[in-house]
């Protein structure tokens, strides 16, 4: 596959110096060091915790030209020492194709980008690339865009299929044990819409998703007909005088959660920050509905953000809507933090979480799930390279070891860890300008 990729490169180098107007060829390595002591859920005692190492290796190959462009990115995904070291081929799969599109300007500040892509809009609360994972997201999608004088707009549509099939539309949702995940959308039709102004922007949000309908018997197998759900709301900055910012977000969700369960939720935020000099200060409240019977009233009334970048918000421990708290008592975050610069090129964030459920886990259970600290030192190495070292602790409530079902946790929570990020660029080339006679 190396081989393969090696000559692929080397043929495109040798076409676009013939014919590019510009062509970029680009690398991400990031090697990222982890030492798991409570991770995502409480960690019980006695029970010893992860360390690993885990690397992206990915190559980006961009090409443009007046009314054209298209970018292809291949990357691999895998942990150190899981491919043996005389081993033919890469057993773990970890090799993936991350994006490719291709992107037609066809004047007055129209285009279209079809293909596999990140989507990624305003604090990526909804939308997001999560590049804190190593693999991030994509979509396949097709978009129409306009881009004029400070206003964009995004038609987005996406239609997914397991494979190619000539018979019927069915699509079978790949994680089956979790078939109502947000991630296995049929189909998709959204539109984003922002305007920037002088101390102030917006944006509008659209979407709706539709799920393949599943066997009550297994809820795996997938029947006729579909559920759509439509995510929609606004995210608002402000910027009244310098170095001051309010943000705003607010969200709401509808549709079937089921062919039987209505889906009725919400989501707001208010974040304000003030950076005087070199420190920026920061508070917080963001709250996500949640239910407290699990839709048996045939409502569910939990809020998720479908595609975002859940890692950025709700503490960096990942215990709230990354890959869990789905459907369940919602949240309440309550937040502040500061950015220090310590040096030309470094600078320390220290952030805080109070968290509580927003819906009651039971009679005489308190709703305080408990409190985050997070930590991140970042180091500027080189004009293509950082380095981060992270550490994070969460102070658990008994609450929190009800919902997360841990009853005997360890009494340290913690997760640690270094990343290096390295982002090379191998070549950008672009044909001179011919010269004046």
Known sequence: MINKLYFILLMLVFTFQVKAQELSIDADIRPR?????????????????????????????????????????????????????????????SFSLAQAWIDFKFGNGWSTKLGRQALSYDDQRIFGGLDWAMQGRFHDAGLLKYTKEGFKLDIGIAFNQNGLSRQ??????????????VFDYKGMVYAWMHKDWEKFSGSILLANNSYQNLDPTDNQTP??????RQTFGAHLVAKPIKG????????????????????????????ITYKPGKTLFGLGFETLSGDDNGGTDGKIKSFFPIFGTNHK????MDYFFVGNHANNIGLNDIYAKTVIKTGEKSSLLIKAHYFAGAESLGDDIDDYLGTEIDLVFTQKLLPFATLKIGYSHMFASDSMEILKGVTDPASAQNWGWAMLIVKPNFLKWSPKPAKEQ
Do not use: H
């Open 168 to 181: 019927t539309t069915l699509f079978d949702p790949n994680n089956a044990g979790n078939a109502r995940a």
């Open 33 to 93: 060091l982890e030492y798991t002591n409570g991770f995502g859920n409480l960690i019980p005692d006695g029970v010893d915790a992860g360390i690993f190492v885990q690397q992206r290796s990915r190559i980006k190959l961009g090409y443009q030209q007046e009314k054209f462009s298209t970018y292809l990115s291949v990357q691999d995904v895998s942990v150190w020492g899981d491919t043996p070291q005389i081993s033919p081929s890469d057993g773990n799969n």
């Open 244 to 271: 001051l910012s309010i943000m705003a977000n607010i969200y709401g969700q509808t549709g079937e959660f089921t062919e039987d369960i209505d889906l009725s939720a919400y989501n707001a935020l208010l974040e």
């Open 313 to 316: 918000f709700n503490g960096y």
């Open 223 to 228: 029947i006729d007909g579909t559920v759509n």
